[in-house]
C-alpha cells in the first residue's frame, strides 16, 4: 500500500467530475464530461456477473468479475449492508460507512480515488461500470470491517459481518488554516476499553505522533520565507486490524513545503488491548527465535529484485515498521529509504504460519 499523495492533490483533478445522480444508473453521461466513452470501455472489459450474499442471503444486485477481481456497487453496501451514503457536492465524492470505516470515494476524469479517514488507498480504486460506481471486494474486506467470502469458480461473494474488538475508534483533528499554511491533522481515538489505563497509554501513544508532526511544522512555518507558497500539512490513518486482541493502525503525515513534491512519513502501530503496549516484532514472532534472521534474508532478496532498489539494506534497523492484516503481517519501508521516491513505500507480506511453529499464534499472549 503505497501513500504519497495528499488528499488536496486530489481534490486539484477535479477535471469533468461526475454529478451525484451517477450512482443510481439512468440514461448514458454527456459527452463532453469525458465520462461516456469511459464507461462503454468499462462495460466491454466485464468478464462475467456476480451473486451477492450478506452473511449468507442472497441478493437481489450483483456484482462484477473484471480484470480479475470482484466488484461491488455501492448500491449493495447502501441498501443491503444498510451502511450511510452521501454525496458531498462541495468535494464532488461519496461518503460511504460509518465511524473509522467510511471511505470517500473522490471522482474526477482521472479515476476514482478512494480514502479512508483522509488516508488515501492507494492499492485500491473506484470504477464507474454500466453508470454504477462499484468498489473492488477487497476495500470492504481490508479496511471496512467486513470479512469477504469470494469464490471465483461459484461466481459468488458473500460478505460477512467480522467480529471485533469491543471498542470504538473515532477520529480527532488539529487543525489551523492560515496565511503561511493550512493542517488539518486527523488521527485516531479509541474508547470503550475495560481497562481505562491501557486505553490511556493508546491514545496518548497516537497523539503523541501527531502533535510531534505539528510541532515540526509550526518549526517550518516560522522559518519560512515569507514570499513562498502556502504550506500544506495533513495526516490520516486506517485500522487495518482489530481483533484477538489487539489492534493495528497505520497513519500518514504529509507535507508539501514547495519542492519539487510534498514528502509523506509513515507510522504504524500494533498495539495489546490487554495492557496497551506497543507490540514489536518480537513481541508476536517471538515464538520462533530465527524470525528476524528469516526475515531478513526474505527483505534482502525482495528489496534487491526491485528496479528501484538504491542498496544499503543491511538488516531491519526497527520493529516498528510494520500493520497487521487477516493472518498476515505486512513489513515496509520509508520513502527514499531503500527505493527511489517513484516507488512509494515497499511493502511486504507474510503469513504467519511463514513465521510461527505449527500452531503457534502471534496473539497467545495478549487475551
Excluded: C
Excluded at 448514458?28 to 466491454?44: D, I, M, Q, R, V
Excluded at 493542517?183 to 496518548?204: E, F, R, V, W
Amino acid at each position: 500500500m503505497m501513500n504519497i499523495i495528499s488528499k488536496e492533490s486530489a481534490r486539484k483533478w477535479g477535471i469533468g467530475l461526475m454529478s451525484a445522480g451517477l450512482l443510481f444508473g439512468g440514461g448514458l453521461l454527456p459527452s463532453e464530461t469525458g465520462y461516456a466513452a469511459a464507461s462503454k470501455t468499462e462495460n466491454k472489459t466485464i468478464e462475467s456477473r456476480i451473486v451477492l450474499k450478506a452473511n449468507g442471503i442472497n441478493s437481489l444486485q450483483e456484482g462484477i468479475l473484471k480484470e480479475g477481481q470482484a466488484w461491488i456497487p455501492l448500491t449493495f453496501m447502501r441498501g443491503v449492508l444498510g451502511l450511510p451514503l452521501v454525496y458531498d457536492k462541495k468535494e464532488n465524492a461519496y461518503m460511504i460507512g460509518k465511524g473509522s470505516a467510511k471511505a470517500k470515494l473522490m471522482l474526477s476524469s482521472y479515476g476514482t480515488s478512494v480514502w479512508v479517514n483522509n488516508y488515501f488507498i492507494r492499492e485500491y480504486e473506484g470504477k464507474l461500470i454500466n453508470n454504477r460506481l462499484y468498489v473492488p471486494s477487497g476495500l470492504l474486506n481490508d479496511y471496512m470491517g467486513y470479512k469477504v467470502d469470494w469464490s471465483r469458480a461459484a461466481s459468488r461473494l458473500n460478505v460477512v459481518n467480522r467480529p471485533q474488538n469491543a471498542l470504538t475508534v473515532t477520529t480527532e483533528t488539529y487543525a489551523k488554516d492560515r496565511a503561511e499554511a493550512f493542517i488539518q491533522l486527523d488521527y485516531p481515538k479509541i474508547s470503550g476499553l475495560g481497562n481505562s489505563s491501557a486505553q490511556q497509554a493508546i491514545n496518548n501513544t497516537l497523539k503523541e505522533s501527531v502533535m510531534k508532526f505539528a510541532a515540526g511544522a509550526e518549526q517550518d512555518i516560522s522559518d519560512r520565507d515569507g514570499a513562498e507558497p502556502k504550506y500544506t500539512y495533513d495526516s490520516g490513518y486506517v485500522v487495518t486490524y482489530n481483533q484477538n486482541g489487539v489492534i493495528s493502525i497505520v497513519m500518514h503525515q504529509y507535507s508539501d513545503t514547495g519542492g519539487a513534491h510534498g514528502m509523506t512519513n509513515r507510522e504504524a502501530f500494533t498495539f495489546s488491548l490487554k495492557d496497551g503496549k506497543r507490540l514489536l516484532l518480537g513481541d508476536l514472532f517471538g515464538a520462533n527465535p530465527n524470525y528476524k534472521k528469516q526475515l531478513n534474508a526474505k527483505l534482502s532478496k525482495l528489496l534487491k529484485a526491485e528496479d528501484s532498489y538504491l542498496g544499503g539494506f543491511n538488516g531491519l534497523n526497527t520493529e516498528k515498521y510494520f500493520y497487521l492484516k487477516d493472518d498476515k503481517v505486512v513489513l515496509f519501508f520509508q520513502l527514499y529509504e531503500y527505493t527511489a521516491y517513484a516507488a512509494g513505500f515497499p511493502e511486504y507480506t507474510f503469513s504467519f504460519k511463514e513465521l510461527l511453529p505449527d500452531g503457534s499464534s502471534p496473539f497467545a499472549g495478549m487475551k
